[in-house]
């Protein structure tokens, strides 16, 4: 089976930097597109940033200059490193992604999430 599995959440002070790993983990053949979400409590999840395989990004626009995500491929891992934090970047954040089982189709995964609290 394949599983998207986050790390590197946390507390973190306003103006403070966290970095969150999502490794690809189980049997699989390729990575494509993959994303960051985040659901703050009482708001729908949104997309944060996105990475495609051939590294191209994008990202909601109140997080422009302050996230960025990048994928090692040979490590299966997406990150995204998080700087500048505001009190209104907590949220639980998500991986999400297409991931080409071994063998078979191609399908889209989520993580379990890791809570960042932005908080003094």
């Known amino acids: 089976q394949v599983q998207l599995v986050e790390s590197g959440g946390g507390l973190v002070q306003p103006g403070g930097s966290l970095r969150l790993s999502c490794v690809v983990s189980g049997s699989m053949s390729s990575f494509y597109n993959m994303g960051w979400y985040r659901q703050a409590p009482g708001k729908e999840r949104e997309l944060v940033a996105l990475?495609?395989?051939?590294?191209?990004?994008n990202y909601e626009d109140s997080v422009k200059g302050r996230f960025a995500i990048s994928r090692d491929d040979a490590k299966r891992t997406v990150y995204l490193q998080m700087s500048s934090l505001k009190p209104e970047d907590t949220a639980v954040y998500y991986c999400n992604g297409d991931v080409r089982i071994r063998p078979g189709p191609t399908r889209n995964y989520w993580g379990q999430g890791t809570q960042v609290t932005v908080s003094s």
């Open positions: 990475i495609t395989s051939g590294g191209n990004t």
